[in-house]
């Protein structure tokens, strides 16, 4: 089945404690791309990947890392969160030019 | 921020009737895409019109695009309580790789 998934669905952490959400995708996508969505603000761009090894910042960066090793994996890194970082995340892949698909989200709680 | 807004920002309507939600945007795009999203869960792609496309259509989705206000306006004929969830339209920067999306439209479909 054509699918996104993320990983973890659900996380609380403490400030400054770095967290890991992956990503991946079975879709051959070369295009990947990170979101937060927050209440009144919609979803916002962190950052994308055209390709393997080529990261770009997004709309809000601050605060983000991103790596694209492999085609199929593009985990966002919060070196040391923070509590206005918290947020629903999504990722998504695609074709340029062509539709996103999204996964499930990752509902992330910085306390 | 280039990022586009829906209106209404939230419209109920009884099953049966249409809906019509607009979104605006800032910048020359592309192509321009509208997604679904039931509460909490990730987005799902609806329709995607180019900007050299005036009118599309995809079963009760009726999709127009006005490039030069800037603007675009989905319509969903004959609507039904499944159609109950939050629109979101999406533009790409000339580039076609960085995406914005607006704040959404929550539809509600009384039965």
């Known amino acids: 089945e054509a699918q996104v998934t993320q990983n973890p669905r659900y996380l609380i952490t403490v400030t400054g404690k770095k967290l890991t959400v992956t990503c991946s995708q079975n879709?051959?996508?070369?295009?990947m791309s990170w979101y937060r969505q927050d209440p009144g603000l919609g979803l916002r761009q962190i950052y994308y990947?055209?390709?393997?090894?080529?990261?770009d910042k997004g709309d809000v960066p601050e605060g983000y890392k991103v790596s694209r090793k492999e085609k199929r994996n593009f985990p966002l890194i919060l070196e040391s969160p923070s509590p206005n970082q918290t947020s629903l995340y999504f990722c998504?892949?695609?074709?340029?030019?062509?539709?996103?698909?999204f996964g499930p989200g990752t509902r992330l709680l910085v306390l | 921020s280039q990022q586009g807004e829906e209106d209404p920002q939230a419209l109920s309507i009884q099953e049966g009737e249409n809906a019509t939600m607009n979104c605006s945007y800032k910048?020359?795009?592309?192509?321009l895409q509208w997604y679904r999203q039931n509460s909490g869960r990730g987005l799902v792609h609806l329709i995607l019109?180019?900007?050299?496309?005036r009118e599309k259509h995809s079963g009760r989705l009726r999709v127009t695009l006005d490039t030069s206000k800037k603007s675009s306006s989905l319509l969903i004929t004959a609507s039904r309580a499944a159609d109950t969830a939050s629109y979101f339209c999406a533009t790409d920067a000339s580039s076609g790789n960085q995406f914005y999306f607006g704040t959404g439209t929550s539809l509600t479909v009384i039965p």
């Open positions: 990947s055209m390709n393997v090894e080529v990261t």
């Open positions: 910048t020359s795009i592309n192509n």
């Open positions: 998504a892949s695609g074709l340029a030019g062509k539709p996103q698909y």
């Open positions: 019109i180019r900007s050299n496309e």
């Open positions: 879709m051959n996508h070369e295009y």
